[in-house]
C-alpha cells in the first residue's frame, strides 16, 4: 500500500473511531495505531473493506490477546458485497442465473471472517445495522451440511436470524466482515 493510501486510510479509520467511540469504550485511538502499525497487512484487510461500502469500526478488545477487533459498521449491509450466495459449493450447484461469487469467497479474499450470530448480535448492541438489508453469517457445519445457511437482519426493533438455501442470494444480502488486529 502506497503512504499517500495508508494515510488516506487511517484517517478515515481515525474519523470513524474518534465519532463513535460508543462503540469502543476505553479504547484509545494510540492502542489501534500500534496495533495496525505491527501487523501491515490488517491495512490490506482494511482497506478491502472501506472499498466495498463497509466502514469498519474497532467494536472490541479482546482482553486475553490484545487484539482489537474491527467489524463492518456500515448501516445497511455492503454494497459491494451483495447478490452473492452463501459459499463455493453453493455457487457450483447454480444451474442458472448464477450470482458474481460466494460470501465466503469474497471475505476470504478480503482477509475477513463472516460474523458469527453471536457476533452479530453483539454487533447490534452498538448501533441498529441491517434495517432494510440482511447479512449472511458464519453457518454451523449442522446446517450447512443439510444445504442451508444463516443471515440475520434487524426489524421491528429486534434481530433475527433466519435460514436460506446456501445457493440463494438476494440483491438486499450482503455480508458484514470481522477482522483481529
Known sequence: MKTQERNRLLESLRSRFDGNMQRHRGLSWANVLSRLDANPGALTALAAMEATGGEPDVIAQDMETGQVVFCDCSPESPVARR????????????????????????????????LTEEQYRALQELGEFDTKT????????????????????????????????????????????????
Open 134 to 181: 440482511s447479512s449472511w453469517i458464519a453457518t454451523p457445519e449442522q446446517v450447512r451440511s443439510l444445504g442451508g445457511a444463516l443471515f440475520c437482519d434487524r426489524r421491528y426493533g429486534r434481530v433475527f436470524t433466519y435460514h436460506n438455501g446456501a445457493q440463494s442470494y438476494y440483491a438486499a444480502r450482503g455480508f458484514r466482515g470481522l477482522l483481529r488486529v
Open 83 to 114: 447478490s452473492l450466495c452463501y459459499d463455493q459449493a453453493a455457487l457450483d450447484a447454480r444451474k442458472e442465473n448464477r450470482p458474481g461469487g460466494s460470501a465466503m469467497q469474497a471475505a476470504a479474499a478480503m482477509g475477513v471472517e463472516l
